[in-house]
Nanobody
Framework: QVQLAQSGGGSVQAGQSLRLNCVASGPVGDCMAWFREAPGKEREGIASVSRILDHTYYADASMKERTAISQDRAQNMIFLDIISLKPEDTAMYYC??????????????????WGPGTQVTVSS
């Protein structure tokens, strides 16, 4: 059984940076990703990483500008670094896993395992 545990996040001021962490246990598969869900909005993809190929994929150009996904494969961990945080980045952030990345972040419904989420609140 796959388990994803998250850490990081919290309350920050606009313009600051932070790092989110996710550690996996069990048969997690090749692809891990980060999503976020803001109040009243749908869950949206941020980035994914192929653990075997160490290739990264971003949902769109705007995500790639201020975020960076990385991994420590030996520790079964992925990270999400976000810079220049804005109030609109306020959301619950989730890590997720699926069998393969297939060159894309993909929709939330394609992921089979989820972390519990960690809140990021950005104040102006």
């Amino acid at each position: 059984q796959v388990q994803l545990a998250q850490s990081g996040g919290g309350s920050v001021q606009a313009g600051q940076s932070l790092r989110l962490n996710c550690v996996a246990s069990g048969p997690v598969g090749d692809c891990m990703a980060w999503f976020r869900e803001a109040p009243g909005k749908e869950r949206e993809g941020i980035a994914s990483v192929s653990r075997i190929l160490d290739h990264t994929y971003y949902a769109d150009a705007s995500m790639k500008e201020r975020t960076a996904i990385s991994q420590d494969r030996a520790q079964n961990m992925i990270f999400l670094d976000i810079i220049s945080l804005k109030p609109e980045d306020t959301a619950m952030y989730y890590c997720a896993a699926r069998v393969g990345c297939y060159g894309t972040v993909g929709s939330p419904s394609t992921y089979t395992s989820w972390g519990p989420g960690t809140q990021v609140t950005v104040s102006s």
